[in-house]
């Protein structure tokens, strides 16, 4: 069992629709990033959190440390939302090893 | 100010060879990280270098090795290439060494054949 997992692994989505993507953890994390991965290949930060709830433009992401897990949200989605949303954890220790998960490929139609 | 770059873009080796990738992180950012990853697969953590030390290492073989220059800037080596390190080898920033957002370059596609 990968030790973050993701949900849903796929999305398809209508112009505007409200869109959630879910990620959960077992390991213990000191911050989780939301990363976003367009084809191609290049990857840009979206979030860092570790608690509570963080908004940028029409994107929040939420964490519950107690639960170990985290939400993203885009509303009113776009079809250049369409990208690879990929939640990774920094371990606890000594560096910022992330351990990733597999990633929700989403595709929002016009 | 420019973003984290990665050189080359793209790469063709055979088996058994080796390869130097480099990266040069955002100025004033000390810590680079470097990851793998495989296509359909996410990102796998290999390296983390501050401050020109190691900071820490995924589950990779001794093949795999990386250091940190005065500069800041980074070298990932790979040594007696195989197939399955085929991958796009990505490369993040970030001004300190843990908890602080990423900045990651566009990657070099390795393709070995």
């Known amino acids: 069992k990968n030790e973050v997992e993701q949900s849903p692994q796929n999305l398809t989505a209508q112009e505007g629709e409200f869109i959630t993507i879910n990620c959960s953890y077992s390991v213990g994390i000191s911050a989780l990033h939301w990363l976003q991965q367009h084809p191609g290949g290049g990857i840009v930060s979206l979030f860092m959190?570790?608690?509570g709830k963080k908004k940028h433009g029409r994107l929040i992401a939420t964490i519950n440390i107690q639960e170990k897990h985290s939400s993203l949200h885009i509303t009113a989605s776009h079809p250049r939302d369409s990208a690879v949303y990929i939640c990774?954890?920094?371990?606890?220790?000594?560096?910022?090893?992330?351990?990733f998960g597999k990633g929700t490929k989403l595709t929002v139609n016009p | 100010d420019a973003g984290v770059t990665q050189s080359p873009t793209h790469l063709i080796k055979t088996r058994g060879q080796q390869v130097t990738l480099r990266c040069s992180p955002i100025?004033?950012?000390?810590?680079v990280s470097w990851y793998q990853q495989v296509l359909g697969q996410g990102p796998q953590f290999i390296f983390q270098?501050?401050?020109?030390?190691?900071?820490g290492r995924g589950n990779f073989p001794d093949r795999f090795s990386a250091r940190q220059f005065p500069n800041y800037s980074s070298e990932l080596n790979v040594n007696a290439l195989l197939l399955g390190d085929s991958a796009l080898y990505l490369c993040a920033s970030s001004l300190v060494y843990r908890d602080s957002p990423l900045h990651f370059g566009n990657g070099t596609r390795l393709t070995v054949t």
């Open positions: 959190l570790s608690s």
């Open positions: 100025s004033g950012h000390k810590s």
């Open positions: 990774a954890g920094t371990s606890q220790g000594g560096s910022e090893k992330l351990v």
């Open positions: 270098y501050y401050e020109k030390e190691e900071r």
